[in-house]
């Protein structure tokens, strides 16, 4: 009954490869959102989906691509994996896009590239 | 453009004392102010938020903060440290005007509490 899940939780793999995470939440929200977490714990926003349609874009090398087959799905796919790449990432939804709505994290994937 | 300052990346306070976490925001607009609590290996959770209600805000686990406009503050206290305190809190502020919901986040701040 977790509300939003991520798999893997651990993702080792290696430079060059192409992998994807997985992210499901069951808390019946309209966006979803895929943040990153670097080693010194700072986190930044990647991509935005409000109702499956991609709202914010930020400055992502375009080997990172996001797709959303439904509002309660998305997905991020890493093509030629870089070291600089190693991360924590999160998933997150809200019930709406807009300022004030609160986010709802999944606990991570722990992505080490090597 | 909306930022966030977090002054201190580590705090460190004995159990039973005052919590005391700072956050200064930036923003062109009257913001949403926003604390969140991460603890080891988990995702973040929202401790409170400010929308523009009381400027005195309560949170979850005893934690609250206050809204001061004219020190573009949102300082996050509680009044008495307990072991399972310790985590990494963060400060975040959106922008009122956006319709993207775009929160950008400070550097976090872990606090440690000692018995």
């Known amino acids: 009954d977790t509300a939003v899940s991520q798999t893997p939780k651990y993702l080792v793999t290696q430079m060059g490869n192409d992998k994807s995470i997985k992210c499901e939440q069951n808390?019946?929200?309209?966006?979803m959102y895929w943040y990153k977490q670097d080693s010194k714990k700072f986190l930044k926003i990647m991509f935005s989906?409000?109702?499956?349609?991609?709202?914010i874009n930020e400055t992502v090398p375009n080997r990172f691509s996001p797709k959303s087959p439904d509002k309660a799905h998305l997905n991020l796919h890493i093509n030629s994996l870089e070291l600089g790449d190693s991360a924590v990432y999160f998933c997150a939804s809200s019930p709406r896009a807009g300022g004030n709505s609160p986010l709802h994290f999944g606990n991570g994937t722990r992505l080490t590239v090597t | 453009a909306q930022s966030v300052t977090q002054l201190g990346s580590h705090v460190s306070v004995s159990e039973g004392a005052l919590v005391l976490l700072r956050c200064n925001y930036s923003?062109?607009?009257?913001?949403?102010l926003f604390w969140y609590v991460q603890y080891p290996n988990q995702g973040l959770q929202l401790l409170l938020k400010?929308?523009?209600?009381?400027?005195l805000v309560k949170g979850i686990n005893g934690f609250e903060a206050e809204f001061k406009k004219s020190e573009t503050s949102f300082h996050l206290t509680k009044p008495s440290a307990h072991m399972s305190d310790a985590a990494e809190y963060f400060c975040a502020v959106s922008d009122r005007g956006g319709s993207q919901g775009n929160l950008i986040f400070g550097k976090g701040t872990k606090l440690s509490v000692k018995p």
């Open positions: 989906y409000n109702n499956k349609e991609l709202i």
């Open positions: 923003s062109s607009v009257p913001p949403y």
């Open positions: 808390l019946g929200h309209d966006t």
């Open positions: 400010y929308t523009s209600a009381a400027t």
